[in-house]
């Protein structure tokens, strides 16, 4: 059974900054429960605002899960939404036995939402994608049969040569200064810490059940670099990881671009993951 509102969430304490030490305390909000049954696949979805956007979004994502032929739960976690966004997730929750809600009761960031849903996660199989279905959801079964097949963890990668971008040409120049500092961010973080990685930043990953109850309770980064810490502990821990060819849908240029300083805390999350593992909190 899923938590009701009422339950306290309990994680292990294993360090001082260990991210699970943030989602204790949280308000946790459920809506709506799963059947008491084995859960195949978690499906985890973080939402910041969005009330335009939402409704065919989470259409989109019941449809998906009430059309897999094994049981499908939706997690979504509101990362301290505006009301009409909070609404229309509260609602949702409401209306649907296989959508739990948590709500962020302020703004914590994708990689503690990420986690706290993982956290909230039952199914055999754990997804995480965005919340604006830039990549198809699809593409999720990609990812479920990279683990179906012996993959511990599996990842979206954009740069595979069987990868496709699909988006309006007046994005181009954004996207494409994107992509260059994407390169350049990834090509860092195989010299330093993860050889063999080709994108580590796609917002689409996978893990199994073990995976993921032995990658996030270590987890200490909220912020951008989560993506590499979580990757960094899956390769520390000897799990395997999938790398899959996806489509990527873009449809929506950010209002405010902080190229320069993501950057900074990007490499900063760099250093710190680096740091953990040498003080042994990775352990």
Avoid at 12 to 25: A, I, S, T
Avoid at 71 to 87: F, H, M
């Amino acid at each position: 059974m899923v938590p009701d509102a009422s339950v306290t969430v309990r994680l292990e304490n294993r360090g001082p900054r260990k991210l699970q030490q943030l989602v204790r305390g949280v308000e946790r909000r459920s809506f709506g429960r799963v059947a008491d049954r084995a859960i195949y696949l978690s499906i985890v979805v973080p939402v910041r605002n969005g009330a335009d956007r939402l409704p065919a979004h989470l259409a989109a994502l019941r449809a998906f899960a009430c059309a897999q032929g094994h049981p499908t739960e939706l997690v979504l976690v509101d990362d301290a939404s505006e009301p009409a966004a909070a609404r229309l997730l509260a609602d949702f929750g409401r209306d649907a036995a296989e959508v739990t809600v948590l709500r962020n009761e302020a703004n914590r960031g994708k990689g503690f939402s990420v986690a706290r849903g993982m956290l909230a996660a039952r199914g055999r199989y754990r997804v995480f994608t965005d919340a604006d279905l830039a990549y198809p959801l699809d593409e999720i079964a990609h990812i479920v049969h990279r683990l179906e097949t012996g993959s511990d963890v599996a990842i979206a990668c954009r740069v595979l040569p069987e990868s496709r971008y699909l988006m309006s040409p007046s994005f181009f120049h954004y996207l494409y200064t994107r992509h260059v500092m994407s390169r350049v961010f990834n090509r860092i973080v195989r010299l330093l810490l993860l050889p063999g990685i080709l994108d580590t930043q796609a917002g689409l990953k996978g893990l199994t059940a073990r995976a993921a109850e032995l990658i996030v309770p270590r987890l200490t980064i909220a912020g951008f670099g989560f993506d590499v810490e979580l990757l960094y502990l899956a390769k520390k821990h000897g799990l395997t990881v999938a790398q899959a060819a996806v489509q990527y849908r873009y449809d929506d240029e950010p209002s405010t671009v902080r190229f320069a300083a993501d950057a900074v805390e990007m490499l900063e999350d760099l250093v710190k993951i680096r740091w953990n593992d040498w003080r042994g909190r990775y352990g």
